[in-house]
Nanobody, 114 residues
Framework: QERLVESGGGSVQAGGSLRLSCADS????????VGWFRQAPGKEREGVAF???????TYEDSVKGRFTISKGPAKNTMTLQIDNLKPEDTGVYYC????????WGPGTQVTVIS
C-alpha cells in the first residue's frame, strides 16, 4: 500500500527552525505533485507547501518566506525546512499527494513555544 512517513517534528521556541522529512517507498514523491499539510488543534487539515514533478513550488500565504519545500536529500525523500517558527505553526504535519490523497501517514508533531 502506498504510504508516506513523516519525521523531524519537535518542540521549539518561537523564532527557531525545524527540518521535517517525508520518506517514500513507492516513488510517490517523483511520480506526482506532493506537498506538506498541517492540522492545528481544533482546525481542519490545510495544505502549506507543494512541489510539482518539475520542481515548481507554491506556498500558503502565511508560510511564504519561512517554509521551503524540496525533494531529497536522500532518494525518495522530501524535506520541509521551517524557519522563524511562530506559535500558529503548531500542529501535526503530514506529507501527501497534492490531490487524490493516499492514506495519511502518522504525521509529525510540531509545537512552537512562545
Amino acid at each position: 500500500q502506498e504510504r508516506l512517513v513523516e519525521s523531524g517534528g519537535g518542540s521549539v521556541q518561537a523564532g527557531g527552525s525545524l527540518r521535517l522529512s517525508c520518506a517514500d517507498s513507492e516513488d510517490i514523491l517523483y511520480k506526482y505533485c506532493v506537498g506538506w499539510f498541517r492540522q492545528a488543534p481544533g482546525k481542519e487539515r490545510e495544505g502549506v507547501a507543494f512541489i510539482t514533478t518539475f520542481g515548481y513550488t507554491t506556498y500558503e500565504d502565511s508560510v511564504k518566506g519561512r517554509f521551503t519545500i524540496s525533494k531529497g536529500p536522500a532518494k525518495n525523500t522530501m524535506t520541509l525546512q521551517i524557519d522563524n517558527l511562530k506559535p500558529e505553526d503548531t500542529g501535526v504535519y503530514y506529507c501527501n499527494r497534492c490531490e487524490d490523497y493516499i492514506p495519511w501517514g502518522p504525521g509529525t508533531q510540531v509545537t512552537v513555544i512562545s
